[in-house]
């Protein structure tokens, strides 16, 4: 009786498996966002609103911003790169749809989106840097 009851538990055991393919395929390893992640994404938006203003206001400094980011999602890679480029496309798209000419109104947002750069930067090195 005890090997009937073997053989019908080795039974119900495969007829439950998953089939030999997702078994066989390598289990994709899922890392928990950092806790600055909330801050490097608004940073991306901030730094994807300045791409497109500085452009739009002839500013020297404009090609050094799409660098900047090009560079930061090469740096974090994968998944998270993915999250930053898009945060990023936010941020230039969101100014892209409002401003065709350099404004007074874009002026002070190119100022204002500095300074929030800053500090998110400067947030993010106290509180996460080595």
């Known amino acids: 009786m005890r090997r009937i009851g073997s053989a019908l538990l080795a039974a119900a055991l495969l007829a439950t498996a998953p089939p030999a393919s997702a078994q066989d395929a ?3 390893i899922v890392t928990p966002a950092p806790a600055w992640e909330p801050e490097l994404l608004r ?22 911003w799409p660098a900047r980011m090009q560079r930061l999602i090469e740096a974090e890679g994968g998944a998270r790169g993915e999250r930053l480029a898009g945060a990023y496309n936010r941020g230039f798209r969101a100014f892209a749809l409002t401003y065709r000419i350099c404004t ?8 204002g989106y500095l ?13 996460f840097g080595g």
């Open 26 to 28: 390598p289990a994709e």
């Open 43 to 64: 940073l991306a938006e901030v730094m994807g609103a300045l791409a497109f203003l500085r452009d739009l206001c002839e500013a020297p400094d404009a090609p050094e």
């Open 104 to 111: 007074p109104a874009a002026e002070r947002a190119i100022a």
């Open 115 to 127: 300074d929030e750069g800053e500090r998110l930067t400067r947030a993010v090195a106290r509180r």
